[in-house]
C-alpha cells in the first residue's frame, strides 16, 4: 500500500525539495519544533524556524532560525503546560513575530497539540501570519488517547483556535501511527509522520511551482485553502494498470477520524511515470471526489516522474470535512498586544 513509501522514506535520509514560492515553515512547541528539526535533516529546501518558550530544547535543535519566547516570564524553562501563558507571551511578543512571518506567500505553522506552547503561542503566530497577507496553511497532530482526558481537551481546544487563526487547519492523529507503523522505533515512527508533512509541503509548493502535465496556479491554490476551514490528508499508491487501487488505498488510510462525504474542496495531487494517460488521472480524480460535495471546488495536479514508472501516487488534502475532534464552538483569539518586555531571541 501507499504507506510503504512513506515508512522507507522516513527509514531513509530523505530527498531534497527545492521550491520557488516564499514559504516559511515554522515550529511552535516541543512537538513542532521536533518536526522542523525533522524536517531540515531530511533538506527540506524552505526557511524553517522554531520557536519554543524552552530554551534548552531550542538550543539543541538542528535548525538555522530558532526563536525563544518569553525568557523574561518563564526564564526559558517553557511553559508548564499551560495555553494561556504561552499565548499571553506570544500576544506580547506579536510585534516581533510579525517581522518572522512578514513577507512569505506561503505559511505552514506546525504544532503537536495537547501542551503548552503549540497550543497556546501556535495560533497567535498563525492569526498574525494570516494578517500578514499569507496564505497559513496549520498542520497540527492530535495527542495519543492514553495521554490522558485533560490533554486532549487541551488539544480540542487549541484545534479550535488553530481553525479560527488559519485558512486551513490540516489534522493528522498521532494514534494512527499506532497503525501504520506499529513495530518501527518510536523515533523512526515520528519520522513517518514528518516525511508526510514533509511530502505535503513539497506537493502543495511544488503544484504551483513546477511545470506539470496539469498545472495549477497559485490563484487555484489560495481558491481552495483560503477558507479550507478543517481539513486532512489522503494518501496512496497504485500498480499504474490499476490506479483504483491508488483511490482504495487513499481513502481506507485518512490521518484522522473524518467524514469526508462533507468536503467542500479537494486539492489533488498525482504522480505517475511516462505513460501515465489524462484517463488514468480522470479515473483516480473520479474516484477520489464521488464522495463528496456535488458543489465542492475541486482542483487537479498531475506530474510525471520516471521513478514511478510502474505506479501511481495520489495525494490529496480534503477541505472543509467534519471531524469529532473539533469543537462546534466558535474560540475568540485575542487582538495583538504589544511587545512589552518579551522580545523573541534568534539564535
Known amino acids: 500500500m501507499g504507506w510503504d513509501y512513506i515508512i ?5 535520509e530523505g530527498p531534497k525539495y527545492a521550491d520557488g514560492l516564499r514559504v516559511k ?6 512537538g513542532g519544533c521536533n518536526s522542523i528539526s525533522r524536517l531540515s535533516r531530511m533538506g527540506l529546501n524552505s526557511e524553517l ?3 519554543n518558550t524552552d530554551e534548552m530544547h531550542v538550543k539543541s535543535l538542528n535548525v538555522s532560525k530558532k526563536i525563544i519566547l518569553g525568557r523574561n516570564r518563564t526564564y526559558g524553562r517553557g511553559a508548564g503546560g499551560n495555553m494561556l501563558t504561552a499565548e499571553t507571551i506570544a500576544e506580547q511578543a506579536a510585534s516581533s513575530l510579525y517581522k518572522i512571518v512578514d513577507g512569505a506567500d506561503i505559511v505552514f505553522v506546525l504544532a503537536a497539540l495537547g501542551g503548552g506552547t503549540g497550543g497556546g503561542a501556535g495560533p497567535v503566530i498563525a492569526r498574525l501570519a494570516r494578517e500578514s497577507r499569507a496564505l497559513v496553511v496549520s498542520i497540527v497532530t492530535m495527542p495519543f488517547k492514553v495521554e490522558g482526558t485533560q490533554r486532549w481537551a487541551q488539544a480540542q481546544e487549541a484545534l479550535g483556535k488553530f481553525k479560527n487563526s488559519s485558512n486551513t487547519v490540516i489534522v493528522l492523529d498521532n494514534n494512527r501511527l499506532l497503525k501504520l507503523a506499529p513495530q518501527i522505533p518510536i523515533k523512526k515512527a515520528f519520522m513517518v509522520m514528518d516525511v508526510l508533512i514533509s511530502d505535503l509541503i513539497k506537493n502543495v509548493v511544488e503544484t504551483v511551482n513546477t511545470p506539470s502535465f496539469i498545472n495549477i496556479d497559485y490563484s487555484d491554490l489560495e481558491a481552495i485553502m483560503r477558507r479550507g476551514g478543517t481539513s486532512t490528508v489522503l ?3 497504485g500498480e499504474y494498470y490499476s490506479p483504483e487501487d491508488a483511490v482504495v488505498d487513499a481513502l481506507n488510510n485518512p490521518l484522522m477520524d473524518i467524514d469526508y462525504r462533507g468536503a467542500t474542496g479537494a486539492l489533488i495531487h498525482i504522480t505517475g511515470g511516462p505513460s501515465m494517460t489524462l484517463r488514468t488521472v480522470y479515473r483516480i480524480s473520479e474516484g477520489i471526489t464521488s464522495g463528496i460535495r456535488d458543489d465542492a471546488h475541486i482542483k487537479i495536479g498531475a506530474r510525471i516522474d520516471d521513478r514511478y514508472r510502474n505506479k501511481i501516487k495520489v495525494s490529496t488534502i480534503l477541505t472543509g470535512v467534519h471531524t469529532p475532534y473539533a469543537q462546534s464552538k466558535e474560540v475568540d483569539v485575542p487582538s495583538v498586544g504589544s511587545i512589552g518586555d518579551f522580545i523573541p531571541m534568534v539564535y
Open 49 to 51: 524556524i522554531a520557536v
Open 235 to 237: 494518501y496512496g499508491e
Open 25 to 30: 515553515v515554522i515550529g511552535v512547541g516541543g
Open 8 to 12: 522507507n522514506e522516513a527509514l531513509s
